[in-house]
């Protein structure tokens, strides 16, 4: 369990994002590869680094202690041991298909992440050689993990921390709080969704870089935009961007966790699989930045606002994307949602309904 005091909390979460994030301080940018090739360097290098360290220690709070085997040691290789499950994710970006290394040492209990969130994790980050090149000391921050967002993490964090999930956490009266059952991990990143030729401080360009975590807490964003000529602005359909996962794709353990890219990018995803396009009316905004999901004229806040004589539960005026139950750390508000966003024919909770706002023929319940 990870203890600290609540102003503590509120005092790093002022801090500037430090390592983890893409920052224009203190780059060094060198002449460009080809990516394509650079991974097969780089997937070389993490491979061998897998096969040739070892698990030395895994504390009761998920610390880990990562050393390399020595000459003629019998020490169980990460690549081999079977304690922490050695998972891969497939992952597309700046036309490569990245097969992403990370072990799991804790899945985590609560909510998973989605690729455009905000998290409060902790994190460790070394060099395959074994130097420290940052660390929060165990302290939570906030991260965003958003690529586009301003101080957002590199690409790789969007791509392993919705593998995990957050924990549970107590406040006891003195402000302290503590975490327990969060996921806990690490994750082994080509540089291609790191750095990759900018240098940082203490990381070479073009260096795969290893990171240990721990996934605290979450925030659930809602990044559509409005796009008035030239002008745009954020514009929140009260849909959060991981129900806007339209394809659901499913990874190998079965969790599609809400992952969404903005395919506008042309840069990053040049040529993307069907299972990362979430476009409902085609017209190649992702849903989780389109006001208009189904393109039918009607905004989607429009359609999952609750008429004045619909079935109405709860304090909000818009429907939830499915029913909601009460908030038991709010005693003294009922936020109980017995309706979700209803489809056409007057269905309001079923798992697979459609719902208005992807129905493009439809903008009201009859």
């Not at 919705?162 to 302290?176: C, D, H, I, K, M």
């Not at 990362?276 to 930045?289: H, N, P």
């Not at 806040?301 to 139950?325: Q, V």
Request: glycine content about 8%; aromatic content about 14%; overall charge negative.
């Amino acid at each position: 369990m990870n203890k600290f005091k609540y102003y503590f909390i509120l005092l790093l979460a002022g801090i500037a994002m430090v390592s983890c994030n893409k920052s224009d301080d203190d780059e060094t940018t060198v002449d460009l590869r080809d990516y394509k090739e650079q991974y097969k360097a780089d997937n070389d290098l993490i491979i061998q680094y897998l096969k040739t360290n070892y698990i030395k220690e895994v504390t009761a709070n998920y610390d880990i202690v990562i050393e390399k085997i020595p000459d003629g040691g019998t020490q169980t290789s990460i690549w081999d041991q079977k304690t922490y499950p050695l998972k891969v994710r497939k992952v597309y970006n700046h036309d490569v298909y990245y097969d992403v290394y990370y072990l799991e040492l804790r899945k985590g209990t609560g909510e998973a992440p989605c690729n455009t969130d905000r998290i409060f994790a902790s994190y460790s980050g070394n060099l395959l050689d074994g130097t420290l090149f940052d660390t929060s000391y165990g302290y939570g921050m906030t991260f965003d993990l958003f690529v586009y967002t301003q101080g957002a993490v590199i690409d790789g964090w969007g791509e392993i921390f919705p593998q995990f999930r957050t924990g549970t956490s107590t406040t006891a009266p003195n402000g302290e709080i503590t975490y327990d059952n969060f996921g806990a991990g690490v994750m082994f990143l080509p540089s291609g969704l790191a750095y990759y030729a900018s240098a940082q401080d203490k990381i070479p360009a073009y260096s795969p870089l290893v990171f240990s975590f721990k996934l605290y807490g979450l925030l659930r964003m809602d990044h559509d935009t409005r796009i008035e000529g030239t002008t745009v602005t954020a514009s929140p359909d009260g849909v959060p961007d991981y129900f806007e996962d339209v394809n659901k794709y499913m990874g190998a353990d079965g969790d599609s966790n809400g992952y969404v890219y903005d395919l506008r990018d042309l840069v990053r995803y040049p040529n993307p699989p069907a299972w990362m396009k979430d476009d409902t009316d085609g017209d190649g905004l992702a849903d989780f930045l389109d006001i208009d999901d189904d393109g039918d004229g009607y905004t989607t806040l429009f359609e999952i606002t609750k008429p004045t004589d619909a079935p109405n539960t709860g304090i909000s005026k818009y429907y939830p994307f499915d029913p909601i139950p009460d908030n038991p750390s709010t005693p003294n508000i009922d936020e109980t949602e017995t309706y979700g966003i209803p489809a056409f024919g007057g269905d309001y909770t079923s798992p697979g309904r459609l719902r208005l706002h992807v129905d493009k023929n439809h903008h009201s319940v009859k």
